[in-house]
């Protein structure tokens, strides 16, 4: 939906930028800010660490938003969220998942504020629906 300038400038007067995160120091230093309600999309080669970058970007700054991840199922997923909360090894929690032993992984995923959508070819209108809901 279009909008005024005058409405535009209201709402970029309320989006705060994000906590910094000292990896990320060379874009800050070209003006690269990310802020609260942005869409953010990380692209790059297979197996170039993306889906971990963002991943433990999300975890450390514990920010809430939607991970529209077109690559990787909820296993893999929820296998890394769980490592980087617990301190354990991916296969540790991959296979703790696997075994029933998830209660433990339960407990330090209850305070993700990750929206995971495992959707291989949103359409614009798909991540509209699913921001706005």
């Not at 953010?40 to 970058?53: L, M, R």
């Amino acid at each position: 939906m279009p909008q005024s300038s005058g409405r535009s400038l209201t709402k970029a007067s309320k989006a705060a930028p994000l906590p910094r995160w000292p990896v990320l120091n060379d874009l800050y230093s070209m003006s690269c800010i990310v802020r609260a309600g942005q869409l953010v999309v990380i692209f790059g080669q297979p197996g170039s660490g993306k889906s971990t970058f963002i991943t433990k970007y999300i975890v450390e700054m514990n920010v809430s938003c939607v991970y529209y991840s077109a690559d990787m199922d909820a296993q893999d997923a929820i296998s890394r969220e769980g490592a980087m909360r617990t301190g354990w090894r991916v296969d540790e929690v991959s296979d703790a998942i696997a075994n029933g032993g998830i209660d433990y992984i339960k407990d330090e995923l209850s305070v993700s504020k990750i929206q995971w959508v495992f959707d291989p070819g949103p359409t614009l209108n798909d991540i509209v629906e699913e921001l706005d809901a």
